[in-house]
């Protein structure tokens, strides 16, 4: 069988080869996570609308939009959800195994200083805390990338 199906593998090179890949693998949605430090060490938290009561605070959270760069997505979602510049920085978080995404997280750096100006829609509140202070009703898996330790 394998040695039927190499000659037609190398026949449709291109891009009928890319659609039969796209067809037979699995499809997943990006979520990107900013931790967004001022000069000051502090992390931009944020209280989510849509979240569950007992843990509405953690950092700005998205979507990747399809053909997007995720590092881009970091400040496009900032943007979007508190009017503020930021500048993306080093990946430091990967997961897989989730059945529909997958997620990504970068730190970034706060550039400019537009004032700012939150997303009543998606976000209730947005604020500047030092590790040491993060509210309590936090995701811990935020919490943990703010720290640096490992999130589950």
Same mark, same amino acid.
């Given at each position: 069988?394998?040695?039927?199906?190499?000659?037609?593998?190398?026949?449709?090179?291109?891009?009928? %080869? $890319?659609?039969?890949?796209?067809?037979?693998? @699995? !499809?997943?949605?990006?979520?990107?996570?900013?931790? =967004? #430090?001022?000069?000051?060490?502090?992390?931009l938290?944020?209280?989510?609308?849509?979240?569950?009561?007992e843990? %509405? $605070?953690?950092l700005?959270?998205?979507?990747? @939009? !399809?053909?997007?760069?995720?590092?881009?997505?970091? =400040? #496009?979602?900032?943007?979007?959800?508190?009017?503020?510049?930021?500048?993306?920085?080093?990946?430091?978080?990967?997961?897989?195994?989730?059945?529909?995404?997958?997620?990504?997280?970068?730190?970034?750096?706060?550039?400019?200083?537009?004032?700012?100006?939150?997303?009543?829609?998606?976000?209730?509140?947005?604020?500047?805390?030092?590790?040491?202070?993060?509210?309590?009703?936090?995701?811990?898996?935020?919490?943990?990338?703010?720290?640096?330790?490992?999130?589950?």
């Open positions: 069988m394998k040695r039927l199906l190499a000659p037609l593998w190398r026949a449709i090179r291109g891009p009928l %080869q $890319w659609r039969v890949l796209w067809l037979a693998h @699995a !499809k997943f949605m990006v979520g990107v996570t900013g931790i =967004v #430090r001022d000069d000051a060490g502090r992390v938290v944020l209280r989510h609308r849509m979240w569950p009561a843990r %509405q $605070w953690g700005p959270t998205g979507y990747a @939009a !399809k053909g997007e760069d995720f590092a881009q997505t970091v =400040v #496009r979602e900032v943007k979007e959800e508190t009017g503020l510049d930021v500048k993306p920085g080093r990946l430091v978080h990967l997961r897989s195994g989730y059945q529909l995404r997958v997620e990504v997280a970068y730190e970034a750096q706060l550039v400019g200083d537009a004032p700012l100006t939150i997303d009543s829609f998606e976000v209730l509140e947005a604020r500047w805390f030092t590790p040491e202070t993060l509210p309590e009703k936090m995701q811990d898996s935020h919490r943990q990338l703010i720290t640096g330790s490992t999130p589950a």
